[in-house]
């Protein structure tokens, strides 16, 4: 297979950063990617108030990150209306300094077994264009991933890419730890 391009991602709006920094709106995100749900299986499946997860719901869509698909019939007659997530998230950057990401992360990975995590940790000292050439490279094979057709069958997975500086150890003088590095890092929505 050819090397994935890597498209130009743009920076949120205002209020994409914001509806992108909140744990339970990733969620959303993550759980109707493949499957529409509406607002009461939302709720149910994040253990929300149902007028909490419209709230959520409505940042998500007036942003464009989940979309409205037409009205069908629920339990007992109701209308119903089922969202998607639209995978606009994956296109845009987001402040690299909220936490939302990581907590969303743990509040998924958490009821998973340990026997079905896999993880891994590895430390690097890398000149600068070889950490370029490693961001690079993460990039094309996320992107590359995130191209191919979904198998509605295949079991769905989850991946969180963290890419940082280590803080030393022993403090300078003025005794504040240093951190070297851009501040770039990757992300996934």
Do not use: C, K
């Not at 920076?11 to 759980?31: F, G, K, M, Q």
């Not at 089922?82 to 987001?94: I, K, L």
């Not at 803080?167 to 990757?186: D, E, I, K, N």
């Amino acid at each position: 297979m050819p090397p994935a391009t890597v498209p130009e991602r743009r920076d949120a709006t205002d209020a994409e950063a914001r509806a992108l920094a909140s744990t339970v709106r990733l969620r959303i995100l993550r759980i109707t990617l493949d499957e529409p749900l509406t607002n009461r299986e939302i709720a149910a499946a994040l253990d929300l108030n149902p007028a909490t997860a419209l709230h959520h719901v409505r940042t998500l869509v007036d942003t464009g990150f989940l979309e409205a698909l037409p009205a069908r019939r629920g339990r007992r007659g109701a209308r119903e209306i089922p969202y998607r997530a639209t995978g606009r998230s994956w296109q845009v950057r987001t402040p690299t300094g909220s936490s939302s990401l990581v907590e969303t992360f743990l509040a998924e990975i958490g009821p998973v077994p340990e026997a079905d995590r896999e993880l891994t940790r590895l430390g690097l000292r890398l000149p600068p264009e070889e950490l370029e050439e490693l961001r690079r490279r993460l990039h094309a094979l996320l992107e590359e991933f995130s191209q191919r057709p979904r198998d509605p069958a295949a079991e769905p997975w989850s991946l969180l890419v963290a890419l940082h500086p280590e803080v030393r150890r022993a403090p300078r003088p003025g005794g504040a730890p240093t951190v070297s590095g851009t501040g770039r890092g990757l992300q996934a929505g």
